[in-house]
């Protein structure tokens, strides 16, 4: 039982490169999200999305794009990577939307861009 | 936007119990969860509550005042395993989740 995996664990990139996360949940949850996490600033939600085929914006999304095409995966794009992308990138996804919507969560990305 | 508050860090004697406080201030609510995430982990849930009172799970407690916006978390019987952050995480509607900054808890021997 792996629940939800990312991808790579830790990655150095240089300014400019474009970079994908990447996300996949054995799960069959519905909903899953992308967040980052900074230093004395919490985790801060950057893209989510409800169901297979739709996506939604975050607290943090810009410089970021998702898409899901299935069920399982949700790779994240930094389409051209800014050393304030540097960060802890954790990857999650709940049953179902509403109350007592627990979230689960990946082991995490480190990102680092130089 | 969205406003939680909780403390940076706690310490506390192995044994002892901590209360972690946590204020929130929402345009919604929708349940108010704890997380906790060790070093280089994932965080992992420990209690929802969306009614106001308490939530008991063996050592770890949860309370929620709704009217006051206000919970706690609270650790009895501390074990070093304890050592983690606490993150506070309100779900202001829907099933999105916004966090707290996370309290660091040391536990000493």
């Not at chain 1, 085929?53 to 299935?70: F, H, I, L, M, Q």
């Not at chain 2, 509550?49 to 005042?65: A, H, I, M, P, T």
Request: charged share 15%; with cysteine.
């Amino acid at each position: 039982i792996a629940g939800i995996t990312q991808a790579p664990t830790s990655q150095i990139l240089a300014a400019g490169r474009r970079m994908t996360l990447r996300c996949t949940q054995d799960m069959r949850h519905n909903a899953m999200y992308w967040y980052r996490q900074d230093l004395g600033l919490g985790l801060r939600l950057i893209h989510y999305s409800n169901t297979a085929g739709t996506t939604g914006k975050g607290e943090v999304p810009d410089g970021y794009s998702v898409s899901r095409a299935n069920t399982d995966d949700f790779p994240l794009t930094l389409a051209s990577a800014v050393p304030s992308q540097t960060s802890v990138y954790f990857c999650a996804s709940s049953r179902l939307a509403g109350e007592g919507n627990e979230q689960f969560f990946g082991p995490g990305t480190r990102l680092t861009v130089l | 936007g969205q406003n939680i508050d909780q403390p940076t860090e706690m310490t506390a004697t192995e044994g002892a119990i901590v209360q972690i406080n946590c204020t929130y201030q929402t345009s919604g609510f929708n349940g108010l969860f704890w997380y906790q995430q060790h070093a280089g982990e994932a965080p992992t849930f420990l209690s929802y509550n969306v009614l106001d009172g308490l939530e008991e799970k063996g050592r770890f407690s949860s309370f929620l005042s709704r009217s006051k916006g206000y919970s706690y978390l609270l650790l009895k019987e501390l074990q070093m395993k304890d050592s983690a952050s606490y993150l506070c995480a309100v779900s202001p509607n829907d099933y999105k989740l916004s966090f707290g900054a996370g309290t660091t808890v040391t536990v000493r021997a």
